[in-house]
């Protein structure tokens, strides 16, 4: 029988749901938290008193001391960026030598990954860490005899082997797309110091969460990205590379799925999404997209934006392009790993559900509840809400599994009365009623019963359901 038990909190829409923030929460409970998908790709943010702290690839429970962190080997490891990290968390006097261990069975991100996500991601909008590459090498496998993916314990037990295998690679790969030859021995030489340093975090036995558990351990999985962007059930291919949904953290996290609790969904109150694809929410529609991803997301960033609008003056819009961008400025809606604007959208009772049906999500937290108070000053002073969808005028109750459908989608949208909300309130029952009519709406729809709701991004900006 189980001793210990595992669950799993995974993003419900398109990534920034503020995951990290209802980890650092709930970690007080569990023993070990562990990643299981995704790598450098994922910023996931926590405000402290002494300013927001992005954590990309160690598990967002650093401030819960008593924790253990593990990285699964369903991620990538970016070792550069991985020393980095943990040299930015130690600066911070949080003690990580036997605290964090890193699978050695996950594949390290490699100098022609980040060139060839450089190369062709555009298109899809990618936060350009190699992420696509280093899992299609990892399907790959071989090209011929050369080895396309490298295990973090083959390239700690035969350096000189693993790391010509990757400047061979490199070259490989210059030659294959026609570019210049170019030397990648600098980057290799960094990579070297990062894996030194990272050595000894690194978990040779494959066993070790699975022994933790069955000795009693309670892990909680930390998904990264979201739903939405998986890459099998996502809009493929405006997703990432990795699986996201819960199931993956019995794949990616290194534990066997009979120790699985619940399932935990993290969602935000006004939706946001950064890259191309398929958004059926979003203010402003095609004509955001295209704004917001113009070069790659860097024309309109935040500094432009400040420089540019008036969120009073754009919240009456008549536009809601332009009432998009308010909100966007007012809920600091910008990439928090490549400071891009995020698209933003009305909250989509119908993609929710389906997120929700689909992943089996026993419970809900949905943060940014407090900027829904920004539609006080649109022009009807109303929160519009999404609540079914149709596809060539018939009713669906699911997100379709085709870009062409899904872009043909058109939203219902329904007005729902706005609030004020007073952030010291700790108590579910005192919420402002129009708020609690809302969630009790998301509950009977969704069938899930809330864990909580987010009031606001410092820490304990948070209301619990008893
Ligand atoms: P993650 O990737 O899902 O962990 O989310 P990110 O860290 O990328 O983005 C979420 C952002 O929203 C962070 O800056 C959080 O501090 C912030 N945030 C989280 N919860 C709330 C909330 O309830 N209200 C507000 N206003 N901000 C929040
Ligand atoms: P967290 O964990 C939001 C998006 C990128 C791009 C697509 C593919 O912080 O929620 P990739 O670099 O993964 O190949 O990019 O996926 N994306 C995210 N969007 N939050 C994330 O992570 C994301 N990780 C990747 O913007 O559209
Ligand atoms: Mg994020």
């Given at each position: 029988m189980p001793k210990g038990y595992s669950d799993v909190l995974i993003g419900l829409q398109y990534g920034d749901e503020g995951k990290a923030k209802v980890i650092d929460l709930l970690a007080k409970d569990y023993d070990i938290v562990a990643r299981f998908n995704g790598g450098a790709n994922a910023g996931h943010s926590i405000e402290t008193d002494q300013g927001s702290i992005s954590l990309n690839q160690v598990p967002s429970s650093i401030f819960q001391t008593h924790t253990l962190l593990y990285i699964g080997s369903g991620c990538v490891v970016n070792l550069e960026k991985l020393q980095k990290e943990v040299e930015k968390i130690s600066a911070m006097?949080?003690?990580?030598k036997d605290r964090l261990f890193i699978s050695d069975q996950a594949p390290v991100i490699q100098p022609h990954h980040i060139l060839m996500d450089e190369l062709m991601g555009g298109e899809i909008g990618t936060t350009k860490n190699g992420i696509g590459p280093a899992y299609s090498d990892k399907a790959l496998r071989m090209e011929g005899k050369r080895l396309l993916t490298i295990k973090l314990g083959d390239l700690l037990d035969d350096p000189k082997t693993f790391f010509a295998q990757m400047k061979n690679n490199f070259i490989e790969t210059l030659n294959k797309h026609d570019l210049p030859a170019r030397d990648c021995e600098l980057t290799l030489q960094h990579m070297q110091t990062a894996l030194d340093f990272i050595t000894p975090f690194v978990q040779r036995d494959t066993l070790w969460l699975q022994k933790k558990v069955a000795k009693g351990a309670k892990v909680l999985f930390e998904g990264a990205q979201s739903v939405m962007l998986?890459?099998?059930?996502?809009?493929v291919p405006f997703v990432t590379s990795s699986s996201t949904v819960a199931g993956a953290a019995y794949v990616g996290g290194d534990l066997s799925p009979n120790y699985h609790r619940k399932t935990i969904g993290v969602a935000k109150a006004i939706m946001s999404r950064v890259g191309f694809g398929p958004f059926a929410s979003e203010f402003g529609g095609l004509e955001s997209e295209n704004y917001c991803m113009e070069e790659g997301g860097n024309s309109h960033n935040r500094d432009y934006e400040e420089r540019t609008y008036d969120t009073t003056a754009y919240l009456q819009s008549e536009n809601p392009f332009e009432v998009g961008i308010a909100l966007r400025m007012l809920g600091r809606e910008y990439g928090t790993v490549t400071r891009r604007p995020r698209r933003v959208g009305m909250l989509d009772l119908v993609q929710l559900t389906h997120a929700i049906r689909g992943n089996g999500v026993d419970l809900l937290f949905l943060t940014k509840c407090d900027l829904l108070q920004d539609f006080n000053k649109t022009k009807d002073g109303t929160i519009p809400l999404v609540t079914g969808y149709k596809l060539n005028d018939e009713k669906i109750d699911y997100v379709p599994g085709s870009n062409v459908s899904y872009r043909k989608v058109e939203p219902v949208v329904e007005k729902r009365d706005c609030f004020t909300l007073d952030t010291t309130i700790t108590e579910w029952e005192k919420l402002p009623p129009p708020l609690l009519t809302l969630l009790t709406e998301i509950e009977k729809k969704a069938k899930c019963k809330f864990l909580g709701i987010g009031t606001g991004p410092q820490r304990d900006g948070f209301v619990l359901k008893g």
């Open positions: 006097k949080i003690e990580m998986d890459v099998t059930k996502g809009c």
